[in-house]
């Protein structure tokens, strides 16, 4: 037996990078009207700050294998930007589409020759262990990957399952096969680190590594087999050892050879992973992949793919909207991600083990981002999954005493601002979803709720959240509690407790402290209801250092969508309401040189490229003009969302920005935080027919549509007219047909009249 003990710095590299264009290969083994992983191109939000992941995995799987560049920052924190010519290996978890870099695990490079252990001097590729490689040799489609190493003359092939990843190297007959297994590298701005390897026999390697990064503690365990006995294994140390030694070293690397292929052969290796230990990477592997046969697997998670995106299957002439449209609802099945093994055994928050009696667990739960539209899209299309989505975040909160802000790998990270979570529980407590403890539930919002943490003590004592009582992020903390509450609110009203009601409900309006109503801003307070002195620019924007959370006055302001009446009044009149609103879309000035990065996807200071803008052009239809929501949705659809590698706006948000598109695509969008109801805009499709639980279906048409007749005229619901310009959730899972009359100009009477537009309480 070897074994490997090691503990390794963080490494700073360099970046090389130019581009280069591929495209997608289509599985011919599958039907063509069935083959929806055709439409999917990988590609897009690779490029720009789109940070999506590439490579090999299955929806919501938990690995995620695929290549990892040699480059460093901001823009590689999902492992891969298209600017990169470079890989360092093949790890098992990536995140997709985050701010923030993490993971990045387990990496294993197949390499002739002779490498260093890490990158080499300067990223020396005569040395290091990274080679270049050439976009024309990748193919990337959902659930494979493959590429060419030029340094080593190797072909790679990647598949996955949920939990094991599948690694096809095809290597020179002239040259020894060499694989590298890396612990030390990962993705993002860690600190301390361990890697242990043991080499269990001559085709079984096994061991864990440990990490301190955005997630503080980290450990994850694999067990990895190969198709032929390994012939010799090398440390970091340069000792060179047979099966049966063991030896202990400070650098989590292992060189392992094997004897020359044969031409046309490959060697194949099974690498399994568990957040638990290595006996259960085994019995993962045991269950999900006993065999070798490596096109199944791989045609086994193209069906996979397949099976989920026909979930919604559009009619349209317009091929690359399609391409987009099934690329962003792709996006959106990254995560959140399994996180725990086959025989139940999860990490909890306590980073204890637990065994889960029934059902999955999950973690990559990116809740900020995600409120607004991925989890509203999983209700319609994944409501199967919504009780272990639920049933997971309640596990945390009886393991960690709150439901989860950000939960990345068993991890609270406490990254953003607000109680998402709370969102999240009432949105499918309000739609009605079963298999989770509706009491438990309601215990873990209302004690989440109540936490001294993050600023919610001064919130909980002044009704808002002062700036001198909480010296960053005032406003956009306060204006988040203020949509947890309410969302908590509607949960305790239906409930029939009132006396919470009444309690939350009434918090739920601190956005009405923020407001100034001479310059119809939302700016900050202090505790001693004044506003912040000085003069006020709304377009000015600090990161992580004024009232805003990576944003500024003008988006800021609209940061209301529980209450958007309320909202609407304290502005004197809709007409005054409108005329604020239009002006946010032409609105030009300064942002200033602290101005946070995610501030993107610009229209005037409507800022698409982050999420709390998502719901604004929604607002619209609440203030009686419906045809200027049609107006900016179709300008978004169009202009920032493209088939190009920066395709995407902003971050992918681990599926937030591609859930905007979906969504709005099919014609509408859930504005209110919980329970819906959808706001129509302007469906950008012919004809979607969407799957519903329980074998139920609903097709949606837009009759006489194309990009100039944009504005919905009339609508009907099952053959019947249908006056109101939003629909319930209720009612789009009852199925039927839901039918657009489009026209080319706005229409003075849709949605026009009161009764007909939404409110935030239906």
């Known amino acids: 037996m070897i074994v490997v003990n090691g503990f390794a710095k963080k490494l700073a590299f360099l970046g090389i990078s130019f581009f280069s264009a591929a495209a997608c290969s289509v599985d011919a083994d599958v039907p063509q009207s069935n083959n929806f992983t055709q439409y999917v191109d990988p590609y897009i939000g690779t490029g720009g700050h789109g940070h999506v992941f590439v490579g090999a995995n299955v929806p919501y799987g938990a690995v995620q294998l695929g290549p990892s560049n040699i480059s460093t920052g901001w823009d590689w924190v999902s492992g ?258 399994l996180f725990n093994d086959v025989n139940g055994d999860y990490m909890g928050a306590d980073f204890k083990p637990h065994r889960l009696a029934a059902g999955s667990n999950y973690t990559t739960f990116s809740l900020w981002d995600t409120y607004r539209a991925a989890h509203p899209l999983m209700s319609i299309i994944h409501r199967d999954r919504l009780p272990d989505m639920v049933n997971s975040m309640l596990r945390i909160y009886q393991e960690q005493g709150k439901l989860p802000v950000w939960h990345l790998v068993g991890n609270e990270t406490d990254c953003m601002v607000g109680n998402p979570g709370i969102i999240v529980v009432a949105d499918a407590y309000l739609k009605g979803v079963e298999g989770f403890d509706k009491d438990l539930a309601y215990e873990a919002m209302k004690v989440s709720a109540m936490k001294d943490d993050r600023g919610l003590d001064a919130y909980k004592k002044y009704g808002f959240v002062p700036y001198d009582k909480e010296k960053v992020e005032s406003v956009a903390k306060g204006l988040e509690f203020a949509i947890a509450d309410w969302s908590l609110a509607q949960v305790a009203k239906l409930r029939g407790a009132e006396e919470d009601y009444r309690y939350f409900s009434e918090r739920s309006q601190a956005y009405k402290h923020y407001f100034d109503k001479d310059i119809q801003f939302l700016r900050g307070k202090d505790s001693q209801g004044k506003f912040r002195p ?167 048409v837009a009759h006489n549509n194309s990009k100039e007749a944009k504005y919905i005229q009339s609508v009907k619901l099952n053959g019947q007219p249908y006056g109101k310009s939003y629909i319930s959730y209720a009612d789009v899972m009852q199925g039927g047909k839901l039918e657009f009359e489009m026209g080319t100009t706005p229409s003075s009477t849709f949605g026009v009249a009161k009764q007909d537009r939404p409110t935030s309480l239906q």
């Open 80 to 337: 891969y930007h298209i600017s990169d010519s470079t890989i360092m290996g093949f790890s098992h978890q990536h995140l997709s589409g985050t701010g923030i870099g993490d993971l990045g695990d387990i990496v294993f490079l197949p390499f002739t020759g002779e490498v260093r252990f890490d990158r080499g001097e300067h990223g020396d590729e005569r040395t290091g262990a990274y080679s270049r490689f050439k976009r024309e040799t990748e193919t990337v489609r959902p659930g494979f990957y493959a590429v060419h190493l030029d340094r080593f003359d190797v072909d790679a092939a990647l598949t996955a399952t949920a939990r094991v990843g599948f690694h096809q190297y095809t290597f020179p007959d002239t040259e020894i096969p060499k694989v590298l297994i890396n612990l030390d590298a990962g993705i993002g701005w860690e600190g301390e680190k361990e890697g242990h390897i043991v080499l269990e026999n001559d085709s079984v390697v096994s061991g864990y590594r440990y990490s301190m990064g955005w997630a503080k503690n980290q450990k994850i365990y694999f067990s990895a087999t190969f198709s032929q006995p390994v012939a010799g294994i090398r440390l970091a140390d340069s000792t060179a050892l047979q099966p049966g030694n063991s030896i202990q070293a400070k650098r989590a690397y292992a060189e392992l050879m094997f004897e020359k292929i044969k031409q046309g052969s490959s060697l194949l290796v099974k690498v399994a992973v568990s957040p638990v230990s290595i006996a259960n990477a085994k019995l993962n592997m045991e269950e999900e992949l006993p065999g070798w046969d490596f096109e199944a697997t791989r045609k086994a998670a193209d069906e996979a793919w397949n099976h989920q995106l026909a979930k919604v299957q559009v009619t349209t002439e317009d091929s690359v909207a399609r391409k987009i449209f099934y690329t962003a609802l792709y996006h959106t099945m990254m995560a959140p991600s």
């Open 534 to 700: 000085g003069k006020f620019d709304p377009f000015h924007s600090a990161h992580l250092a004024n009232d805003y959370t990576e944003g500024n006055a003008w988006q800021y302001t609209w940061l209301v969508p529980h209450d958007v009446n309320g909202f609407i009044s304290l502005f004197g009149s809709e007409e005054q309401f409108i005329n604020k609103l239009d002006s946010l879309f032409v609105a030009e000035g300064d942002l200033g040189e602290e101005a946070s990065p995610d501030i993107s996807g610009l229209i005037g200071q409507y800022a698409h490229g982050n999420e709390p803008s998502h719901h604004v052009i929604y607002m619209y239809p609440f203030a009686g003009q419906p045809w200027k929501a049609a107006d900016r949705v179709r300008q978004t659809l169009a202009t920032l969302y493209t088939e190009k590698t920066d395709g995407l706006s902003g971050n992918e948000d681990v599926g937030q920005m591609s859930a905007w598109y979906v969504m709005s695509a099919l014609g509408f969008y859930q504005v209110s935080p919980a329970g819906g109801p959808f706001i129509f805009g302007s469906p950008l499709f012919d004809k979607v027919t969407l799957a519903l639980d329980a074998g139920k279906s609903l097709t949606i």
